[in-house]
């Protein structure tokens, strides 16, 4: 499958932004996906994770409350809804894909993995 992850941008601080990201290939609903992020200097960090059906999902503790994760398989898209943006969420944002029932957190878990968008949010 490949990964193609868009909007980004820059948002003052509590403003918001809506990623997505569109998978090629088949069988797009059997895949579970996952938001990770790097911020300049910093390794790459765990967001959010939705399993393939969007029954189960999971966040990291900094962005619970204020990120939304949400599929639509009939259009191969997984989304990050991001409201309350602050300074610290600056990072190019990456979308991920593995195939399973579940939801993962460690990016050594995912198999594919779009390029990237930057978020930038000014204080």
């Known amino acids: 499958v490949q990964l193609q992850a868009s909007g980004g941008g820059l948002v003052q601080g509590g403003g918001s932004l809506r990623l997505s990201c569109a998978a090629s290939?088949?069988?797009?609903?059997?895949?579970?996906m996952g938001w990770f992020r790097q911020a300049p200097g910093k390794e790459r960090e765990f967001v959010a994770t939705?399993?393939?059906?969007?029954?189960?999902?999971q966040y990291a503790d900094s962005v619970e409350g204020r990120f939304t994760i949400s599929r639509d398989n009939s259009k191969n898209t997984v989304y990050l809804q991001m409201n309350s943006l602050k300074p610290e969420d600056t990072a190019v944002y990456y979308c991920?894909?593995?195939?399973?029932?579940?939801?993962?957190?460690?990016?050594?878990?995912?198999?594919?993995w779009g390029q990237g968008t930057l978020v930038t949010v000014s204080s």
């Open positions: 290939g088949r069988a797009f609903s059997t895949y579970a």
């Open positions: 991920a894909a593995v195939i399973g029932r579940s939801v993962y957190a460690r990016a050594s878990d995912y198999l594919y």
């Open positions: 939705i399993s393939w059906g969007g029954s189960l999902r």
